[in-house]
Structures are given as structure tokens and as C-alpha cells.
């Protein structure tokens, strides 16, 4: 159909908007559609979810930064156990590390199938993520999924944890993690672009 020249552009603005509401709301469809749009860039289509574990408050914050970045949607993971003060959870999470125990978690995040992107937050246990971010793993598909590891720590790194959630997120793409103990947006948008840090690399 032909449009005279002045509502031409009214009607491919109607197009982009509906084009963009619609893939926002079906998630994995996003990705097969985005091949026609070469010029829209995938992280303005892609839904985020911003899914982690926080016991002191410090990977809460960088989760809220991310957040703000983002525009995603925060999920808080909890667990049934209270890991308590800093010196009751060295004891708590080391029994369950060795004992490779998947503890039970309190929530489940509502329609994960339409997220494309998981941000997976925690903080470093004994150089690793906690055992409940491998409870929160085991409870979904993460097939075809783009997974994002980002920690807050004393001072190790992300990469054995991403390592563990190389084997745990089966079918998805894990990129690498990010230490993120201060927010800083230009490293968080090079990271989520596939440039920027590398493992080990720290904010
Ligand atoms: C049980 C336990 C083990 C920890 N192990 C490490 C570690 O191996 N390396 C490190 O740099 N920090 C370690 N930390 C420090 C935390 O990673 C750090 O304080 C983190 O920012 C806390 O995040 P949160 O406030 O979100 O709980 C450990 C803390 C706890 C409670």
C-alpha cells in the first residue's frame, strides 16, 4: 500500500512503536524480528531481568545501579536459611559448600521464558558464588539465554564464578563477569556491549 509523502513517516513511526511494544512483551522473539530492524540496536529491545543475592546491602546497590542503567526489572533472591552476621555465614556457607547443598529459596520470578537478558548478582564466597545462586540457576531454562555474572567483593574476582555458571546455565551464552563494588556507568554499558572488562578486571 502507498501513503502520500507527509503521513510517510507517521505511519513508520506507528510501525517502530508497535514493532518495539510487541517484541519488549514476547522476549525470545525479540531476537528472531530484530534481524529486520538492522538499525535498532538489541539492547533497546532486549527485556532484562536483574536477578540477585545481597547479604550485607552491597550487591543490592550494585544491583540498584544496574537497575538505572538498565531500566530491567529486579528480582531480590532469598533464601529460607538466614546466613546472619559476617562470621555466622563463613560457617553456614562453608558447610554448605562442601556439602554441594542447594538451599531452598523463598520466591520465583514470574514469567522468566520472556526475559532475553540475565544480570546474575551476588556477592564472593570462598572465591565463588553462593550455593543459593546455584539454587536460583537449577530452578529455571536458561536456554538461549544472554547471562551476565556480576559480584561485589572484598577483593577476589568473578571468574570462578562465572566458571560455575558456565556449567550451570545450560544452552545459555555466560559472558564475562564484572566486579561492580562502585557503580560506573561507562564500564557496566561496555560490559553489557561485549567490550570493556575481562575477567578479573575490577570497578
Ligand atoms: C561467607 C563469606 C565469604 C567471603 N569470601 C570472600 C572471598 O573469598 N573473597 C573476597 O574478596 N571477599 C569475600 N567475602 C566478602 C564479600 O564478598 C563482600 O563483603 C561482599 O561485598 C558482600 O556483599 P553483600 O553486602 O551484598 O552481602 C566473603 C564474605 C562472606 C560473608
Redesign the pocket.
Known amino acids: 500500500m502507498r501513503h502520500p509523502p507527509e503521513i510517510t513517516p507517521l505511519f513508520d513511526g506507528c510501525c517502530f512503536f508497535i514493532y518495539v511494544k510487541n517484541t519488549r512483551r514476547t522476549g525470545k522473539a525479540a531476537r528472531g524480528r530484530f534481524c529486520n530492524y538492522p538499525n535498532l540496536k538489541k539492547e533497546d529491545i532486549m527485556k532484562t531481568l536483574i536477578a540477585y543475592y545481597?547479604?550485607?546491602?552491597?550487591?543490592?546497590k550494585a544491583a540498584e545501579g544496574l537497575q538505572k542503567i538498565t531500566n530491567g526489572e529486579l528480582f531480590e533472591i532469598k533464601g529460607e536459611k538466614n546466613y546472619g552476621n559476617?562470621f555466622t555465614?563463613?560457617g553456614v556457607?562453608r558447610k554448605e559448600f562442601s556439602a554441594n547443598e542447594l538451599p531452598k529459596l523463598v520466591d520465583q520470578v514470574r514469567d522468566f521464558d520472556s526475559y532475553d537478558r540475565i544480570l546474575i548478582g551476588f556477592?564472593?564466597?570462598?572465591?565463588k558464588c553462593p550455593q543459593l545462586i546455584l539454587s536460583f540457576i537449577s530452578q529455571y531454562d536458561f536456554s538461549g539465554k544472554e547471562v551476565y555474572p556480576f559480584c561485589?567483593?572484598?577483593?577476589?574476582g568473578p571468574e570462578n564464578a562465572v566458571e560455575q555458571l558456565k556449567k550451570a546455565c545450560a544452552g545459555a551464552r555466560v559472558h564475562s563477569g564484572l566486579r561492580l563494588?562502585k557503580i560506573n556507568e561507562e564500564k557496566v554499558r561496555k560490559w553489557l556491549n561485549g567490550g570493556g572488562q575481562k575477567h578479573g578486571q575490577n570497578t
Open positions: 545481597s547479604r550485607g546491602g552491597a550487591t543490592k559476617y555465614a563463613l556457607s556477592p564472593i564466597w570462598y572465591s561485589t567483593s572484598g577483593m577476589s563494588n
